[in-house]
C-alpha cells in the first residue's frame, strides 16, 4: 500500500489554522495497547508538536513540530479508510495544538470512530467517541477538557503521583473509567505499590502498556 507523501514542513505556528492539513510524525494500523480499549485493532495517527515536556516521554522525536511535514487531511482520511479496523487513535505529541474539526468530521462520514489521547493541555476540538485525557504534571490540563473526558489514564512515575491523580478523579465526570499506569522505565519497582493501591481503591483500574509486551507499535 502506498504510504502518504508529505510536501512540506511548518512550525506549530504555520500549522492551517481551519484545520486542512497537520504536522504528520507518522500513521499505522495496530492494536491499541493502553486503557478501556486496550485490545481493540486501530489505525493511530501520531500529530507532531508538544510542548508539554514529559521527560519520560518515549516518542521525545514527536516534539518538534517543524520535523514532521504537513499533510492533507483528506490523504490522512483515506489511508484510515483503507483498514479493516474502523477506530483511529489521534495521539501526539499533543494532538489539540490543533484545529481537528475537519479531520474527526471526515473520519466519522466514512463510518470511523474518533478517539483521542491527550494531556488535555488545550481545549477540545473536533467531535469524539471516545477521549482518554493523561494530564502531566509539566502542563496542567485546561479546565474546560475534563466535562469531555471518557477516560482518565494516568502515569504514575513515583508514590506522589497517586494524590495527584485523585485530584483530577475529582474533576472528570461520574461515568469517566480511572486507570492508574506504571512509567514503563519503572515499572517493575511500581507495580506492587500500585497494585496494593487500586485494591484498596477500586474505583481505579490498572492499565499497562501491552503493546510493548507483544513487541508492537
Given at each position: 500500500m502506498e504510504a502518504i507523501?508529505?510536501?512540506?514542513?511548518a512550525s506549530i505556528h504555520a500549522v492551517p489554522k481551519d484545520g486542512?492539513?497537520?504536522?504528520?510524525?507518522?500513521a499505522f494500523y495496530t492494536i491499541q495497547g493502553e486503557?478501556?480499549?486496550?485490545?481493540?485493532?486501530?489505525?493511530?495517527?501520531?500529530?507532531g508538536g508538544c510542548d508539554v515536556g514529559c521527560h519520560w516521554c518515549d516518542v521525545k522525536e514527536s516534539w518538534d513540530a517543524e520535523l514532521h511535514p504537513l499533510t492533507q487531511v483528506e490523504a490522512i482520511v483515506d489511508m484510515a479508510d483503507a483498514f479493516p479496523g474502523k477506530t483511529v487513535v489521534i495521539t501526539g505529541g499533543e494532538p489539540l495544538l490543533y484545529n481537528l474539526h475537519p479531520l474527526t468530521t471526515q473520519l466519522q462520514e466514512?463510518?470511523?470512530?474518533?478517539?483521542?489521547e491527550t494531556s488535555g493541555a488545550y481545549p477540545i476540538s473536533g467531535h469524539w467517541d471516545?477521549?482518554?485525557?493523561?494530564?502531566?504534571k509539566f502542563k496542567a490540563p485546561d479546565t474546560s477538557v475534563y466535562p469531555f473526558a471518557h477516560e482518565l489514564k494516568?502515569?504514575?512515575?513515583?508514590k506522589s503521583d497517586f494524590a495527584w491523580a485523585e485530584e483530577h478523579a475529582a474533576r472528570?465526570?461520574?461515568?469517566?473509567?480511572?486507570?492508574?499506569?506504571?512509567?514503563?522505565?519503572?515499572?517493575n519497582q511500581l507495580m506492587p505499590l500500585l497494585v496494593e493501591y487500586v485494591k484498596n481503591n477500586p474505583q481505579w483500574r490498572v492499565s499497562l502498556q501491552t503493546h510493548k509486551y507483544m513487541d508492537i507499535p
Open positions: 507523501k508529505p510536501y512540506k514542513t486542512s492539513e497537520l504536522p504528520l510524525m507518522e486503557g478501556g480499549n486496550t485490545g481493540t485493532a486501530a489505525y493511530f495517527i501520531r500529530l466514512r463510518g470511523i470512530k474518533t478517539m483521542i471516545w477521549v482518554c485525557l493523561s494530564p502531566k494516568v502515569i504514575i512515575f513515583n472528570v465526570g461520574a461515568g469517566c473509567k480511572l486507570y492508574l499506569q506504571p512509567e514503563w522505565s519503572k515499572a
